[in-house]
C-alpha cells in the first residue's frame, strides 16, 4: 500500500471538506426565522419519537437543533480525517492535531457567524457541541480506516498463504 492516496481522492475529499464546512457556515448566516421554519420540519417527524425517550415537547425543537448541529460537525469532522488518510493510508492520525484544529477553527467560527445573523447567537455550548461532533465524526473514520487497513491486511496476507501452498505443494 503506498503512503498516498490518488489525487483524485485527495482533491474529492478536499471539496467534500471545503462543502461540508460551507453548508454548516450558509446555516449559520440565515435569520432565526428561516432557521426555525426549516427545522420545523424534523421537528414534527421527531416530536413523538423523542417522546418515547422523556424528552418534553417543548425541549424538542432545541433538541432538533442541537442534534442537527452534532451531526453536521460529525460529518465536517468524518471529511477532515478522510483529507487526512489521503495524505497518510498508513497514520492518517499523524495529522490528527491539524484535522481538530481546523473542526474547532470552523465551530468558532460557525458561531461568530451566528452573532451577526438577525435573531441568532452564537453560544460557547454550541461550539462545544459542534467540536464534539468533529470529535466523532473523526474518531468514526480512525476506526474505520483502522478496521479497513486491517482487512485489507488479511486479504492480501491470506493470497500470499495460499500462493505459498502451493508453491510448496510444487517443490
Same mark, same amino acid.
Do not use: C, P, Q
Given at each position: 500500500?503506498?503512503?498516498?492516496? +490518488?489525487?483524485?481522492?485527495?482533491?474529492?475529499?478536499? *471539496?467534500?471538506?471545503?462543502? +461540508? *464546512?460551507?453548508? !454548516?457556515?450558509?446555516?449559520?448566516m440565515m435569520p432565526a426565522s428561516v432557521s426555525s421554519a426549516e427545522s420545523n420540519g424534523f421537528v414534527m417527524i421527531l416530536r413523538n419519537f423523542l417522546q418515547v425517550f422523556g424528552v418534553a415537547p417543548e425541549a424538542v425543537p432545541g433538541v432538533?437543533?442541537?442534534?442537527?448541529?452534532?451531526?453536521?460537525?460529525?460529518?465536517? =469532522? !468524518?471529511m477532515l480525517t478522510s483529507c487526512a488518510y489521503s495524505f497518510d493510508r498508513i497514520k492518517p492520525y499523524r495529522y490528527l492535531v491539524q484535522? $481538530?484544529?481546523?473542526? $474547532? $477553527?470552523? !465551530?468558532?467560527?460557525? @458561531?461568530?457567524i451566528q452573532l451577526f445573523s @438577525? =435573531?441568532?447567537?452564537?453560544? *460557547?455550548?454550541?461550539?462545544? *457541541?459542534d467540536f464534539s461532533g468533529v470529535l466523532t465524526g473523526t474518531a468514526v473514520m480512525l476506526l474505520f480506516y483502522t478496521i479497513y487497513k486491517h482487512a485489507k491486511n488479511l486479504t492480501v496476507? @491470506?493470497?500470499?498463504? @495460499?500462493?505459498?501452498? =502451493?508453491n510448496a505443494t510444487r517443490k
Open positions: 500500500m503506498t503512503n498516498r492516496a +490518488s489525487t483524485r481522492f485527495r482533491v474529492i475529499f478536499m *471539496i467534500l471538506s471545503g462543502l +461540508s *464546512i460551507a453548508f !454548516a457556515f450558509v446555516h449559520s432538533v437543533r442541537k442534534l442537527a448541529h452534532y451531526t453536521e460537525f460529525s460529518v465536517i =469532522g !468524518a484535522v $481538530l484544529f481546523v473542526g $474547532l $477553527l470552523t !465551530a468558532v467560527t460557525d @458561531e461568530t @438577525e =435573531g441568532r447567537a452564537g453560544l *460557547i455550548v454550541d461550539v462545544w *457541541i496476507n @491470506e493470497g500470499l498463504d @495460499e500462493r505459498n501452498k =502451493g
